[in-house]
């Protein structure tokens, strides 16, 4: 399987199978709408030369044609799909990664919040330095012989307990040695109560911050403010700010400001322009998931702009790629060469199976996105319950076992999508939801361009 | 070659065989939280 497309003056061929990605001329670009991928002839039949010897020179095409034949030789181009019997040994793996829901509590009333304000569809609640301590025991004892564990403090907003945020961290801290495992600790944060003090155990022990924001004023305020109505812009800045200037020396360097865009603000590159503005360059804003009815909600019919603004989003990385106001935005991360394994990109997001979610009440569900949604709900971190049956569930949900993304050329790229989103629009976590399907492609697309204009300038 | 440029090595299919350590970052424990991105995580083994 290939994908070919044309964006910003260059015409990019990826094999899917291989991963490689190819840079080519408008005749190669041309000539593989005709090459039989099944029947590869050594020499170019003449009806190609034929229908293609007005617009290039016979010998060209043959030239050209035979390129085409040696990648193929070499498997980097129509390369064999043998990935089947990988997914058929994809097993329930260890647990390693929890998503600890510190308080299903928030000071913040975002229009778009998936997690119902804090409260899941429950109560507000804050969680026990009690389920903390058995959430850590358990997560220990699923992890088997996994060595690193990663463990996000989670919301609704975390700093509104943050003191068991502490005991926990602290707790997790002296079991590391013991057990033989590394924590990585990581908190997803609004900022409001962000002060000196937290900002010190913050960076001296997340391994990565995530710093939500929307952008520019006018659109975080729209959309995420305070119970009384306000904006929270002007509170959170100079926060978020002073944050990550202290990281700078820290242990740790990884942090991202991150935001969410709407209907409201399509022209979002303008928010990721201004947070580099203000002093950041890990910088993630993503399209809200969203049912199509909400005022904020993007459709089908946004899809054009949204995609034009990638596009324009790419190119402005290109001119700044080298220089002072370079950043990095999160979805146009990728690495060609030393990104995840095979093995990992069939097996996905890895919800349900290897991470899962943990609520105050210790109740655990397979990611953050299911937690509300009672029928989905796993196990309890006291009794150290895990449901096996819902584990090899989600194991089996991999690229393969989810029938459109096998035959997706973006399969190997964004790996089966979002299972909860899957679940919350289409009723199936191996149906993925369609419109997040065509924006991830557009990002695969636009990320894998800008790869290609970096190495021509090179 | 003169029509085609491949601007990275082609490694997917030799790392199905030797990977899956399981030991690189969930996804979601990145910044994503709502669209998952898996090709963007990196690989915990320093040489593959």
Redesign the interface.
């Known amino acids: 399987m290939i994908h070919k497309y044309q964006l910003n003056g260059y015409y990019i ?1 990826l ?1 899917v ?9 408008k ?2 670009y041309d000539l593989l709408d005709d090459v039989d991928e099944a029947h590869l002839t050594e020499h170019c039949p003449q009806q190609i030369v034929d229908k293609w010897s007005g617009c290039y020179p016979e010998a ?1 095409i043959r ?2 044609y035979a ?1 085409i034949v ?2 193929h030789q070499a ?2 181009l129509f ?1 064999v799909d ?2 089947d019997r ?1 997914a058929k040994m994809m097993t329930p ?2 647990v ?2 929890m ?1 600890l829901h510190i308080a299903h509590d928030c000071n913040l009333r975002c229009q778009y919040c ?1 997690a119902d304000t804090g409260e899941y569809m429950g109560h507000r609640q804050l969680m026990s330095f009690e389920v903390g301590k058995a959430a850590i025991d358990y997560l220990i004892n699923h992890s088997q012989g ?3 564990l ?1 463990l ?1 403090f ?1 919301g609704g907003e975390p700093l509104m307990n943050f003191d068991v945020v502490k005991q926990v961290v602290e707790y997790a801290r002296a079991q590391e040695k013991p057990h033989n495992k590394l924590f ?1 600790f ?1 908190i ?1 944060t609004n900022g409001v109560l962000l002060d000196d003090d937290k900002i010190d155990f913050i960076n001296r022990e997340m391994s ?1 911050v ?1 710093l939500s924001i929307d952008g520019r004023r006018e659109v975080n305020d729209r959309v995420r403010a305070r119970v009384d109505g306000r904006g929270c812009y002007d509170t959170i800045m100079p926060k978020f700010q002073k944050l990550e200037k202290a990281r700078r020396n820290g242990a740790f360097d990884q942090y ?1 400001v ?1 935001g ?1 865009f709407t209907r409201y603000n399509k022209d979002f590159a303008e928010d990721v322009l201004h947070l580099n503005e203000m002093g950041f360059d890990q910088i ?1 804003v ?4 969203a049912d199509p009815s909400a005022p904020y909600a993007l459709t089908e019919e946004d899809l054009p702009e949204v995609f034009a603004e990638y596009e324009r989003l790419a190119n402005i990385m290109i001119e700044r790629a080298g220089t002072e106001k370079e950043f990095n935005f ?2 146009f ?14 097996r ?4 349900g199976n ?2 899962v979610a943990v609520t105050p009440d210790g109740d655990v569900y397979p ?3 299911f937690v509300g949604h009672d029928d989905w709900k796993m196990g309890n971190v006291f009794d150290q319950s895990l449901d096996q049956e819902r584990k090899a569930q989600f194991a089996a949900a991999t690229v393969y076992g989810k029938e459109e993304c096998r035959h997706c050329w973006a399969k ?8 909860a ?1 899957s679940m919350q629009y289409r009723g199936d976590i191996l149906k993925p939801h369609t419109l ?1 399907c065509e ?2 492609k557009k990002r ?1 697309e636009c990320a894998i361009m800008i ?2 204009a970096l ?1 021509e300038q090179a | 070659m003169k029509h085609v440029k491949t601007i990275n090595h082609a490694n997917l299919k030799e790392s199905a065989v030797k990977g899956g350590c399981g030991e690189c970052q969930a996804s979601c424990q990145s910044a994503c939280k709502t669209s998952c991105t898996v090709a963007n995580q990196k690989c915990e083994r320093k040489q593959k």
């Open positions: 061929v094999d199978n291989s991963g490689a990605v190819h840079l080519v001329d005749l190669f060209d030239e050209t390129e040696s990648l498997d980097q390369s043998d990935y990988f793996s260890p390693k990664a998503c998936f996994r060595h690193n990663e996000d989670f990585r990581t997803t990565n995530v991202y991150r969410t993630s993503e399209p809200v998931v999160f979805h991360m990728i690495d060609l060469d030393q990104g995840p394994c095979a093995i990992k990109r069939l996905g997001c890895g919800c290897e991470y990611c953050h996105q190997f790229y964004c790996s089966g999508g979002c299972n989103n997040s924006l991830e695969v790869k290609a190495a």
